[in-house]
């Protein structure tokens, strides 16, 4: 199972009609993303950019099977013009950012399930020092993960940017807990000096 990430950056001015596309997805379109074997596909907007999350048993096959669709051909056609830089599946241009992160968290049932993306800037020259912290990432952190009942945890770094996806019953909830653990304040003062800026970028649905 592999967790992807990609980067997408629409024209100026068609972010609303971007969403109104997704928000009208064509049945043919989102059967072939099961059909295919991408799972948990979801699409997070800020701006003109457009940071999607999915797993796939297998990516190169799922990839193959996708550019050979027609459906999906009729699909890509149709998008083609919204994007700066768009899904490339034809031609191999598609941006996959790295994931240097991920923790399972949580693995007992949610009873609503809000999946969540943020968006958090390195300062420049922190790219590998980051990587780093996050290779030998303190124990205690990954059990308040647990405790706040997030799951799904990954981080995707590309270039300067890190592209955060999880799942959680109450995002609020689970931030108020957070802030309140002293092992997490250690931890968000250790890793401070790493930051530009941060935010939560989409908690409600995302685009698809």
């Known amino acids: 199972m592999e967790r992807i990430a990609t980067l997408m950056v629409l024209k100026p001015g068609m972010e609303e009609r971007y969403r109104q596309e997704h928000r009208n997805i064509w049945p043919e379109v989102k059967v072939g993303i099961s059909r295919f074997g991408f799972h948990n596909y979801s699409i997070f907007m800020h701006g003109q950019q457009l940071y999607s999350y999915f797993v796939v048993d297998n990516l190169e096959q799922a990839t193959a099977m996708a550019i050979e669709d027609p459906d999906n051909q009729r699909w890509q056609a149709h998008m083609g013009d919204f994007f700066e830089e768009g899904p490339g599946m034809q031609d191999g241009s598609t941006i996959y950012p790295v994931e240097v992160f991920h923790t399972d968290g949580f693995t007992g049932p949610l009873?609503?399930?809000?999946?969540?993306?943020?968006?958090?800037?390195?300062?420049?020259?922190?790219?590998?020092?980051?990587?780093?912290?996050?290779?030998?990432?303190?124990?205690?952190?990954?059990?308040?993960?647990?405790?706040?009942?997030?799951?799904?945890?990954?981080?995707?770094?590309?270039?300067?940017?890190?592209?955060?996806?999880?799942?959680?019953?109450?995002?609020?909830?689970?931030?108020?807990?957070?802030?309140?653990?002293?092992?997490?304040?250690?931890?968000?003062?250790?890793?401070?000096?790493?930051?530009?800026?941060?935010?939560?970028?989409?908690?409600?649905?995302?685009?698809?």
């Open 111 to 208: 009873v609503t399930v809000q999946r969540v993306g943020m968006l958090m800037q390195l300062k420049a020259g922190m790219e590998q020092a980051y990587q780093e912290e996050h290779q030998k990432i303190w124990p205690e952190i990954l059990l308040g993960i647990e405790r706040a009942h997030m799951r799904k945890y990954s981080i995707f770094l590309i270039g300067r940017i890190l592209f955060s996806y999880f799942e959680v019953e109450d995002l609020n909830n689970a931030m108020h807990l957070l802030a309140n653990d002293p092992d997490n304040q250690r931890w968000q003062v250790h890793m401070a000096g790493f930051f530009d800026l941060g935010r939560v970028f989409e908690r409600g649905p995302p685009c698809t």
